[in-house]
T-cell receptor, first 111, second 113 residues
Framework: SQQGEEDPQALSIQEGENATMNCSYK?????LQWYRQNSGRGLVHLIL?????REKHSGRLRVTLDTSKKSSSLLITASRAADTASYFC???????????FGTGTRLTVIP | NAGVTQTPKFQVLKTGQSMTLQCAQD?????MSWYRQDPGMGLRLIHY???????DQGEVPNGYNVSRSTTEDFPLRLLSAAPSQTSVYFC????????????FGQGTRLTVV
């Protein structure tokens, strides 16, 4: 399996705190993406980082990528209750736009 | 703009029954794919298509068939449902040009009894 792994599996924080999730993957990649999934819904794309980038920002999101360690992290700053969801990393190692997903981190933000 | 539409949202099948999960996108995307999501397993790729008339297998294709007769539609067929196929199924599409995000449908929750 080319699936990655995410850490932690579950994270519970207070509103206003920062949340950090980590993703490790197994093969060389061209890009890595992060997705959010609200309970019972489909996945929504958050941010994409290419293999030649080390850091990327989008609003309250900050993503880092370390290709030498085959790992990425997603930081959500000043979290809100609406950020409660599962977060998945996905790599493109399969080619043809195929994505291989990690096992996800379930984030709970307590108001 | 509807994006990716999946039907039905919920389905209960008896073992051995067949059914087709429908997926349609209105973004003129060349690439479409089917995933299944099981607890603790993340999403796993079942089948994918890079354009009309072209399909290929993903990680877990056994027990599933697909076809792509049009750009818009990518149905997933379960030929003889088994309890191991109880899962949530997601269809996704993306542009095949360059590096782009995938757009997902809302999912079909399938239970095989």
């Amino acid at each position: 399996s080319q699936q990655g792994e995410e850490d932690p599996q579950a994270l519970s924080i207070q509103e206003g705190e920062n949340a950090t999730m980590n993703c490790s993957y197994k093969t060389s990649i061209n890009n890595l993406q992060w997705y959010r999934q609200n309970s019972g819904r489909g996945l929504v794309h958050l941010i994409l980082i290419r293999s030649n980038e080390r850091e990327k920002h989008s609003g309250r999101l900050r993503v880092t990528l370390d290709t030498s360690k085959k790992s990425s992290s997603l930081l959500i700053t000043a979290s809100r209750a609406a950020d409660t969801a599962s977060y998945f990393c996905a790599t493109d190692a399969g080619g043809a736009n195929n994505l291989f997903f990690g096992t996800g981190t379930r984030l709970t933000v307590i108001p | 703009n509807a994006g990716v539409t999946q039907t039905p949202k919920f389905q209960v099948l008896k073992t051995g029954q067949s059914m087709t999960l429908q997926c349609a996108q209105d973004m003129n995307h060349e690439y479409m794919s089917w995933y299944r999501q099981d607890p603790g397993m993340g999403l796993r790729l079942i089948h994918y298509s890079v354009g009309a008339g072209i399909t290929d297998q993903g990680e877990v294709p056994n027990g599933y068939n697909v076809s792509r007769s049009t750009t818009e539609d990518f149905p997933l067929r379960l030929l003889s449902a088994a309890p191991s196929q109880t899962s949530v199924y997601f269809c996704a599409s993306s542009s095949h040009s360059g590096v782009t995000e995938a757009f997902f449908g809302q999912g079909t929750r399938l239970t095989v009894v």
